[in-house]
């Protein structure tokens, strides 16, 4: 007699079609150019990288444009030793929180041209970008960020953002 | 507020990586059964049933609680369910409790689960989409920068976790239902195990689990008549912020801070790491345990760590901290906080078994979920008021 | 019970497919105009709830971007349902009958367009037995359509009716995708979509947003001239077994209507969520409505229907009317599930 049936695999397919929205055009269109956008909260007057047409915090809409450097602060990261489902980069990597130059809110990227174990909080990082012609507009147009030979930022320069 | 609501039943399954033996059906009846059955009660006597769990994406149905009228004794009666991502146990717990506040229902069941096993769960958290950045690092990615803040801005020890999820995985083992069972836990074998996201090792993660998670909530009249030990629903409370903002906190997140801070108003409780017997709070990476210390105000902020190393959150210290061995030992995600808030429950009924805290009148019930950004709380008592 | 009035209620135009914006920018204003119109500061608001569906939005944990559309700082007390926004609106209303709050703040919404809603449907069956057969919402309907024929109570002339009054009803109503002058013999001449259905017994695909305000006795007394008093509500569901169901009623909408207080007095109109003509027919029947009230005025989900939005615009289109002066007693209902799977029914009154 054959084993009872435990479990059936049903492959399911579905499709969908994804809108960026009007802030993230902006931003997209501003990457394929070489170029960061940020928006400022007429509200709070905080300046958000990547711009998401909202402040989370106000509840209003963002519309004032800034252009952001592509250089900043290191605030907070981790060594990432498991490899990421998503990710062609080989653990062990580190993966920091970086406060652009002008931002006012950091986000997530990874560091490479750096051993990993002398990635610190307070570091200077700069943009390292794809070649120019293979930018669209994406994210991935930045590959990662590289330190730069800059004094690390003090403490109290970037502590509100942790 | 409103009126009085207890806890009449708790039920939950043996939580596991994948439970094979079960449908999707069977694993939730499986859990809702014994919560009936610790409430003395029949199906037919339930009024309405809130059911909650995590993306639906972990499971691959859609809105689940369609399916699962059958299974919950809910055909004739009011059903809904809950998604506050991975605080979602325990803000189904309130949604269920506030049924029985509003006077609306006598007795509710509520259920939460999660049966992660039949999809992929690594892949819905991590799914990229368009448009959005893609995620570096996976969850533990998220919350490990958090972590070393947390280190830096309170000069912790190194091996604060390591001290963590050694208790919670020696509390484990009095726990007939956890998933992880590691009979010969040492410190030595936590800090050997691999770092999986600086400075978080692989014995310091939650699992994913199979499993679920049921109460019967009930009036002060059907409490009356329950065969056991009710335990009283004394204040609960949510609170959220949105992920990311300017100069957002995430370490020490306010609406952590603020949601104790009602609860414990409501509670009428003034120095909560005094007046409460026992804490079930949600820790899936063993840092956040000192981290909530402080957040809940245990502890003064910078000095949740010392609790830890002190012993005060073990099982015989002074405020001892998942009894039960927490989320690093079973984590179903749409369960979990509702196994907080259960196991807090049973604590006062003095129905936790081998790892009952002696004496346990007043337990707080704590879950949290997004980016830290969800929070859902409650304090159970032995008495009403 | 306490009495909780709806006092404000805003939505966005049903679009068949927003491009543009996404969920937060297609939110916000509605959002803000159901704040700005409720007359209670946005921070005085005591609870918020949601309804949204991840496989309608295409991603997990959909509801937490869609909080930026609120601004939730300093922190809310906050929660979600992964149903319609009528259901959200339920929690609320329960939550205000506890006494914790005086006003909510309820939302949802749906960007239908961007996936095929027929097939994502087909994943609320049961996933051993069921979904797998690869049965899509549509075809479901048309099953259930078919044994409702089959009955002999109800002809296609009575489905092709309902579909040209909510066309035509739809033509005032700003917010509505589908509206125009049709007749029912013409509809009958069209080709079959999935018999019996034709294209035009089927909801179109939407994208949209709804929001509303709703306050505790004083509170909605001091701020709302009409406020639309929620007389009773109650939900139920039906088993999920389609073969166990009798799909030509609807028992669940039937009981949640006696528990809700429907059957006693009369109502000036009707907002039914049925987002297949033949299926009004059924609610109509379950509900014993009669000829004197009017179904749908705004059009119904047979001309704008944004998946986990729909529902909760009923409510909001019966109180419209209440809080505009053009009716004193209204019903709304919403439904879940597959083939009014489950259904949940209010009884809205103003003073």
Same mark, same amino acid.
């Given at each position: 007699m054959?084993?009872p049936?435990?479990s059936i695999?049903?492959?399911?397919?579905?499709e969908?079609?994804?809108?960026a929205?009007r802030?993230?055009?902006?931003?997209?269109?501003?990457?394929?150019?070489?170029r960061?956008?940020?928006?400022r909260?007429?509200s709070c007057?905080?300046v958000y990288?990547p711009?998401r047409g909202?402040?989370?915090?106000?509840?209003v809409a963002?519309?004032?444009?800034?252009?952001?450097?592509?250089k900043?602060t290191?605030t907070t990261?981790?060594?990432v030793?498991?490899p990421?489902e998503?990710?062609?980069v080989?653990?062990?990597?580190a993966?920091a929180?970086?406060?652009?130059?002008?931002?006012?809110?950091p986000?997530f990227?990874l560091?490479?041209?750096c051993?990993?174990d002398?990635?610190r909080?307070?570091?200077r990082?700069?943009a390292?970008?794809?070649p120019r012609?293979?930018w669209?507009?994406s994210f991935?147009?930045i590959?990662?960020f590289r330190?730069?030979a800059?004094?690390?930022?003090?403490?109290?320069?970037?502590?509100?953002h942790l | 507020m409103g009126q009085?609501?207890a806890?009449?039943?708790?039920g939950?399954?043996?939580h596991?990586?994948?439970?094979?033996?079960?449908s999707?059906?069977?694993?939730?009846?499986?859990?809702?059964?014994? @919560?009936?059955d /610790?409430? &003395?009660l029949a199906w037919?006597?339930? *009024?309405a049933?809130?059911?909650? %769990?995590?993306p639906?994406?972990?499971?691959g149905?859609?809105?689940p609680?369609l399916?699962?009228a059958?299974a919950?004794?809910?055909?004739g009666?009011p059903?809904l369910?809950v998604?506050t991502?991975g605080?979602?146990g325990?803000?189904?717990a309130i949604?269920a409790?506030?049924?029985?506040?509003a006077?609306?229902h006598?007795r509710?069941?509520?259920?939460?689960?999660?049966?992660?096993?039949?999809?992929n769960?690594?892949?819905?958290?991590?799914?990229?989409?368009?448009?959005?950045?893609a995620?570096v690092?996976g969850?533990g990615?998220y919350f490990s920068?958090l972590i070393?803040?947390?280190?830096r801005?309170?000069g @912790?020890?190194? /091996?604060t &976790?390591?001290?963590?999820?050694?208790? *919670?995985?020696q509390?484990a083992l %009095?726990n007939?239902?956890s998933?992880?069972?590691?009979?010969d836990?040492s410190?030595e074998q936590i800090?050997n195990s691999?770092?999986?996201?600086?400075p978080?090792?692989?014995?310091e993660t939650c699992p994913?689990s199979?499993?679920?998670c049921?109460?019967?909530?009930a009036?002060?009249?059907?409490?009356?008549?329950?065969?056991h030990?009710?335990a009283?629903?004394?204040?609960t409370?949510m609170?959220?912020?949105?992920t990311?903002?300017?100069?957002?906190d995430?370490?020490?997140?306010?609406?952590g801070r603020?949601?104790?801070?009602?609860?414990?108003?409501k509670?009428g409780?003034?120095?909560?790491r005094?007046e409460?017997?026992?804490?079930e709070i949600?820790v899936?990476?063993?840092?956040?345990?000192?981290?909530w210390?402080?957040n809940?105000g245990f502890?003064?902020?910078?000095e949740?760590?010392?609790m830890?190393y002190?012993g005060a959150t073990a099982?015989?210290?002074?405020l001892?901290?998942?009894?039960s061995g927490?989320v690093?030992?079973?984590?179903?995600i749409?369960?979990?906080?509702?196994?907080r808030?259960?196991e807090?429950?049973l604590?006062?009924?003095?129905?936790?078994?081998?790892?009952?805290v002696e004496?346990a009148?007043?337990?707080?019930?704590?879950a949290?979920g997004g980016?830290?950004q969800f929070f859902a709380m409650w304090i159970?008592?032995a008495?009403?008021? | 019970?306490r009495?909780?009035?709806?006092?404000?209620?805003?939505q966005a135009?049903?679009k068949?497919r927003?491009?543009d914006?996404n969920?937060?920018?297609?939110?916000?204003p509605v959002?803000?105009?159901a704040?700005?119109r409720?007359g209670?500061p946005?921070?005085?608001?005591?609870?918020?709830?949601s309804?949204?569906?991840?496989?309608v939005?295409?991603q997990?944990?959909?509801f937490v971007?869609?909080?930026?559309?609120?601004?939730?700082w300093?922190?809310?007390?906050?929660?979600?349902v992964?149903?319609d926004?009528a259901?959200?609106f339920y929690?609320?209303?329960?939550?205000?009958?506890?006494?914790?709050?005086?006003?909510a703040l309820?939302?949802?919404f749906?960007k239908?367009?961007m996936?095929d809603?027929?097939?994502?449907?087909?994943?609320q069956l049961?996933?051993?037995?069921?979904?797998?057969?690869g049965i899509d919402?549509?075809s479901l309907?048309a099953?259930?359509?078919?044994?409702?024929?089959?009955?002999?109570r109800y002809t296609?002339k009575?489905?092709a009716e309902v579909?040209a009054r909510?066309?035509r009803?739809?033509k005032?109503?700003?917010?509505a995708?589908?509206?125009?002058?049709?007749?029912a013999?013409?509809?009958?001449?069209?080709?079959y979509y999935?018999s019996p259905l034709?294209k035009?017994d089927?909801p179109?695909?939407?994208d949209g947003a709804?929001?509303l305000?709703?306050a505790a006795?004083?509170?909605?007394?001091?701020v709302a001239?009409?406020?639309?008093w929620i007389r009773g509500?109650?939900?139920?569901?039906?088993?999920?077994?389609?073969?166990?169901?009798?799909?030509?009623r609807s028992?669940s909408?039937?009981?949640?209507a006696?528990?809700?207080?429907?059957?006693?007095?009369?109502?000036?109109?009707a907002?039914?969520h049925a987002?297949f003509s033949?299926?009004e027919?059924i609610?109509?029947?379950?509900?014993g409505?009669g000829?004197?009230?009017?179904i749908?005025?705004?059009?119904?989900?047979?001309?704008?229907?944004a998946?986990m939005?729909a529902g909760?615009?009923?409510?909001?289109?019966?109180?419209?009317r209440i809080?505009?002066g053009?009716a004193?007693r209204?019903l709304?209902?919403?439904t879940?599930?597959p083939?009014?799977q489950q259904?949940?029914v209010?009884?809205?009154?103003?003073n």
């Amino acid at each position: 007699m054959s084993e009872p049936v435990a479990s059936i695999k049903t492959p399911v397919r579905l499709e969908y079609s994804y809108s960026a929205g009007r802030a993230s055009t902006r931003f997209l269109r501003g990457m394929s150019e070489g170029r960061i956008l940020g928006q400022r909260c007429p509200s709070c007057r905080k300046v958000y990288v990547p711009p998401r047409g909202s402040c989370p915090r106000c509840g209003v809409a963002t519309q004032e444009e800034i252009e952001i450097s592509g250089k900043g602060t290191v605030t907070t990261f981790c060594i990432v030793r498991i490899p990421s489902e998503n990710l062609s980069v080989k653990p062990p990597y580190a993966a920091a929180h970086i406060l652009l130059d002008g931002a006012d809110i950091p986000f997530f990227a990874l560091i490479q041209e750096c051993p990993f174990d002398q990635v610190r909080m307070g570091m200077r990082v700069e943009a390292v970008w794809a070649p120019r012609e293979e930018w669209t507009t994406s994210f991935g147009n930045i590959r990662y960020f590289r330190p730069l030979a800059e004094p690390d930022a003090p403490f109290e320069a970037f502590k509100e953002h942790l | 507020m409103g009126q009085p609501c207890a806890v009449i039943g708790v039920g939950q399954t043996k939580h596991e990586v994948k439970r094979l033996d079960v449908s999707i059906a069977g694993l939730v009846r499986e859990a809702a059964q014994r @919560a009936l059955d /610790d409430a &003395g009660l029949a199906w037919h006597e339930i *009024d309405a049933v809130v059911v909650g %769990k995590a993306p639906d994406m972990f499971e691959g149905v859609v809105m689940p609680e369609l399916y699962l009228a059958d299974a919950l004794g809910a055909v004739g009666k009011p059903m809904l369910r809950v998604h506050t991502a991975g605080s979602v146990g325990g803000s189904t717990a309130i949604v269920a409790a506030s049924l029985v506040q509003a006077g609306v229902h006598e007795r509710v069941l509520t259920v939460a689960f999660e049966k992660q096993s039949e999809s992929n769960a690594m892949w819905a958290l991590t799914v990229h989409v368009p448009f959005q950045q893609a995620i570096v690092a996976g969850a533990g990615g998220y919350f490990s920068p958090l972590i070393r803040t947390y280190i830096r801005r309170s000069g @912790a020890p190194e /091996d604060t &976790g390591i001290r963590v999820a050694l208790k *919670d995985r020696q509390n484990a083992l %009095k726990n007939p239902y956890s998933h992880l069972v590691f009979p010969d836990i040492s410190f030595e074998q936590i800090a050997n195990s691999p770092m999986l996201w600086d400075p978080i090792r692989y014995l310091e993660t939650c699992p994913s689990s199979d499993g679920a998670c049921a109460m019967v909530l009930a009036s002060a009249g059907a409490a009356r008549r329950a065969p056991h030990r009710p335990a009283w629903v004394r204040a609960t409370a949510m609170k959220s912020e949105p992920t990311m903002f300017a100069g957002r906190d995430q370490v020490n997140p306010q609406a952590g801070r603020d949601c104790a801070a009602e609860l414990y108003k409501k509670a009428g409780i003034s120095h909560p790491r005094r007046e409460l017997d026992v804490a079930e709070i949600y820790v899936p990476f063993s840092w956040f345990e000192p981290m909530w210390m402080e957040n809940l105000g245990f502890a003064p902020e910078g000095e949740g760590w010392k609790m830890t190393y002190e012993g005060a959150t073990a099982l015989d210290g002074d405020l001892p901290v998942n009894a039960s061995g927490g989320v690093l030992s079973s984590n179903p995600i749409g369960a979990s906080g509702m196994l907080r808030f259960a196991e807090a429950a049973l604590q006062v009924r003095g129905m936790a078994g081998a790892h009952q805290v002696e004496g346990a009148r007043l337990a707080l019930g704590h879950a949290y979920g997004g980016g830290s950004q969800f929070f859902a709380m409650w304090i159970v008592g032995a008495e009403q008021a | 019970m306490r009495d909780v009035a709806i006092v404000s209620f805003a939505q966005a135009k049903a679009k068949r497919r927003e491009l543009d914006a996404n969920e937060v920018e297609i939110l916000m204003p509605v959002v803000q105009e159901a704040v700005a119109r409720s007359g209670i500061p946005k921070r005085e608001i005591g609870f918020t709830v949601s309804g949204s569906c991840d496989y309608v939005a295409g991603q997990p944990f959909a509801f937490v971007s869609a909080l930026d559309a609120v601004g939730a700082w300093p922190p809310i007390s906050e929660s979600h349902v992964e149903m319609d926004g009528a259901f959200a609106f339920y929690e609320a209303w329960v939550k205000l009958q506890t006494g914790e709050v005086d006003s909510a703040l309820v939302y949802s919404f749906g960007k239908t367009s961007m996936g095929d809603p027929a097939a994502v449907l087909n994943l609320q069956l049961d996933p051993y037995t069921v979904a797998p057969l690869g049965i899509d919402a549509v075809s479901l309907a048309a099953l259930q359509a078919r044994l409702l024929l089959d009955s002999g109570r109800y002809t296609e002339k009575d489905m092709a009716e309902v579909v040209a009054r909510s066309r035509r009803s739809a033509k005032t109503n700003p917010h509505a995708q589908l509206r125009g002058d049709v007749d029912a013999a013409s509809l009958l001449s069209a080709p079959y979509y999935a018999s019996p259905l034709r294209k035009h017994d089927c909801p179109p695909i939407s994208d949209g947003a709804a929001a509303l305000v709703i306050a505790a006795g004083e509170v909605a007394r001091r701020v709302a001239r009409r406020p639309v008093w929620i007389r009773g509500i109650d939900h139920r569901i039906e088993s999920h077994d389609l073969g166990l169901r009798d799909l030509t009623r609807s028992p669940s909408t039937g009981l949640a209507a006696e528990r809700a207080g429907a059957r006693a007095g009369r109502f000036e109109l009707a907002e039914l969520h049925a987002p297949f003509s033949h299926q009004e027919l059924i609610l109509c029947e379950a509900l014993g409505l009669g000829d004197g009230v009017k179904i749908n005025p705004s059009g119904g989900a047979l001309a704008a229907n944004a998946l986990m939005v729909a529902g909760l615009t009923r409510i909001g289109e019966a109180a419209q009317r209440i809080l505009e002066g053009e009716a004193r007693r209204a019903l709304a209902h919403a439904t879940s599930g597959p083939c009014l799977q489950q259904n949940l029914v209010c009884v809205l009154e103003g003073n």
